[in-house]
């Protein structure tokens, strides 16, 4: 067969299970001495100041999960951080309930630095991944900042951290806005890995707060419709569920819809073609089918690195063209 020059695997994601799927094609691409096929579009929607520092979490996230630093049992944040920086800032009465550890302030530091330089986010993020030794494209969705903001019945909007971690999560949910959307532009490296992918994926992630800001960006949804490589999605709704977060509350407060991987299928649909469902909403398949989706009935629910890497594999065999 004839050479076409499109080699990528491009994948969409945000928080912690976008990550863990992130980690599993990954190491999927690196046994196939493939890993810098392998790009990876982040949210900057989560991103925050904190102490007139950028966090950007969601990226952060990603390249600690990749390189082999993240903390296993929260998912984000650096193994063994300690939080002596925190308990300073602490003692001098300022907030402290978003928890930055001491060596992940480096990477704040950093890229605020670099960024007050002029450089931009997806240089920075390009310089950051591989002084960490990862072989593949971590892309910030934009490079001009973008903050979601989440419209809660009780206290009314408040930007998305402050929903996330500040309170929880707990309250309702009826509106969501991306400040500064209007401005963000795809960039050249994400515009160049969707038109060379053979295979897009968007990773189980929150579809309202971790891949529609990424769908918003100018140039973002346009680029997917007309790269002509399949673009698939894995259900972030297991069961009635969301593996992780408030998706499904979201999905009942704001879409007024039950939480359901059918729900997640009709969210998607018109952009995507493939639909990644778990073993245990194998009922749902025929539903899903019926809505023009090539349906891929697997475990998606990722709990060990082997679990992640399978659930890679899997798509990558029936979803990559041959
Ligand atoms: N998540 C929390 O639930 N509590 C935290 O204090 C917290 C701190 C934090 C610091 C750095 C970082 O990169 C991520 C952090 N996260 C924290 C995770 C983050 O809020 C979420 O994973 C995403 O923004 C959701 O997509």
Redesign the pocket.
Known sequence: MEYNGKNKIVTLC???GGAKLALGLYRCLKERGRANDLAIIG?TG?DLDMFGLH????L??VMYTLAGLSNPQ????IADDTYRVLDLFKRYGEDT????GDQ?FATHILRTRMLKEGVSLTEITATLTVSLGLDCALLPMSDSPVCTYVETLEVGEIP??EY??RRGATDTVVGIRYDGIEQAEITAPIAAAIWQSELVIIAP??PY??IEPILQVKGMEQALLQCNSPVVVVSPIVGGKALK?PAADIMRSFDGVEPSALGVAKYYQGLVGGFVLDVSDDALAEEIAAMGYQVLVTQTVMQTNEDKQLLAEHILEEFLPR
């Open positions: 945000g928080g912690v949210n989560d966090v950007s979490p969601d952060d996230t929260q998912g984000w944040g309930w978003f928890l930055l992940d998305f951290q996330f971690v992630s929150n707060l971790s977060g």
